[in-house]
């Protein structure tokens, strides 16, 4: 085996634990089976603390001299498995402004593996994902991505579902026997050890051959060299902005052109402009200034600056103006504005469709009393 290399990427301090009993169960796994391994973090507090996805890590050896080789690297230039315990991160993640949006698959070795939580199918989340010129394969665990409050845990299972998953696609890595002998140590639960082997004997796995995916180029940067950097430290401001798409009227903040808040995103706001009384309170209290004023008064959201946080869903008192739906409807970041004043009739079926069959589903967030996890956890018996 010598050295195997596992991250987990994950929705900042929404997912933090669930991230951290990832890692530290895998350790705890492979060392029954006599290897020895360490899990960290990634990222500080303060870039998880608003959602912007991180890292967690897992690294495993067969013997003390090889982990302390693998460690020597801050962070590992390519990894065996990829868990993405959301399945909207599959468009890509920005984990720091000087990365810009980067592939989720960015670090897979080629003939490793990708874990994903997901709804969709295999064939579904591959049109979200960047094209890579290696194979690698692409396991699905059918589950509601876990997405809970800050501060609040969100104990549906997903950690050993994930868990599972891994023992089946890294068999090399630790076993399903002894992954589900830890998962009976850690949480004392046999229903968690029924979801794991449940996963384990579910979770669909595909081959992604090359040049499979979007065809969207990845982000690329060219970092000064010594002689051209300036003297002190320099933050440019961002300009103001003016009219609406370069018009006369209306008005478009300008934003950062590398800054991608859209990876932090499971939902987006569906706009029915037809209902819009203009009140201005999506533009006045998004906290990220995602509203463009059009040159009729109205709002169109920029997805490239969404973050999807539902405080226009919230603010807004006209009924099913502003409903927030899931990413995964989506493949795109166009203008919801654009599309309504090119076709009225067919924009208004469109989003008649996705409302109502938002309504049917399973939010992400969005929760309206206490007590609603639990609620939800219940009802979900043996899904």
């Not at 080789?69 to 990829?82: F, I, K, R």
Request: one cysteine or more; glycine letters at 8%.
């Amino acid at each position: 085996m010598s050295v195997v290399a596992v991250e987990v990427v994950y929705r900042g301090i929404f997912q933090r634990t669930l991230a951290r009993n990832i890692v530290r169960s895998i350790v705890f796994a492979a060392r029954k089976e006599g290897k020895i391994g360490t899990a960290f973090g990634r990222y500080g507090d303060s870039p998880e603390r608003n959602g912007i996805p991180a890292k967690q890590f897992a690294i495993v050896a067969d013997g003390a001299e090889e982990l302390e080789e693998s460690m020597a690297v801050y962070e590992a230039a390519q990894v065996d498995v990829t868990i993405n315990v959301d399945d909207a991160m599959c468009k890509g993640v920005e984990s720091w402004a000087w990365y810009g949006l980067q592939p989720i698959n960015e670090l897979t070795k080629p003939g490793g593996t990708l874990i994903v939580t997901s709804r969709q199918d295999n064939d579904s989340l591959i049109q979200d994902m960047h094209q890579r010129d290696t194979a690698y394969d692409l396991a699905v665990i059918p589950s509601i991505p876990s997405f809970s409050g800050l501060w609040v845990y969100k104990d549906d299972h997903t950690d050993v579902r994930i868990l599972g998953t891994l023992a089946k696609v890294a068999s090399h890595l630790v076993s399903i026997e002894s992954m589900l002998e830890v998962i009976k140590e850690q949480w004392g639960s046999e229903e968690k050890q029924a979801s794991a082997k449940k996963a384990y004997d579910r979770a669909t796995v595909r081959p992604v051959e090359p040049g499979e995916g979007k065809s969207e180029e990845r982000m690329t940067f060219t970092l000064p060299g010594w002689k051209d950097m300036e003297e002190g430290v320099v933050i440019r401001g961002i300009e103001e902005g003016g009219g609406f798409r370069g018009g006369d009227s209306g008005y478009q903040p300008v934003r950062s052109a590398v800054f991608k808040k859209f990876s932090t995103r499971s939902m987006r706001p569906v706009i029915n402009f037809e209902t819009c009384t203009k009140c201005t309170l999506c533009w006045l209290q998004c906290p990220d200034t995602c509203f463009d004023v059009t040159p009729d008064g109205l709002y169109d959201a920029n997805m490239e600056s969404c973050c999807g946080c539902g405080v226009c869903e919230a603010v807004c008192p006209v009924t099913d103006c502003v409903t927030m739906v899931s990413e995964s409807h989506f493949n795109d970041n166009n203008s919801q504005w654009e599309a309504w004043q090119k076709d009225k009739d067919g924009y208004k079926k469109w989003m008649t469709v996705l409302v109502e069959t938002q309504k049917k589903e399973t939010r992400t967030h969005g929760f309206h009393h206490k007590g609603q996890y639990a609620e939800e956890i219940a009802a979900m018996g043996d899904v």
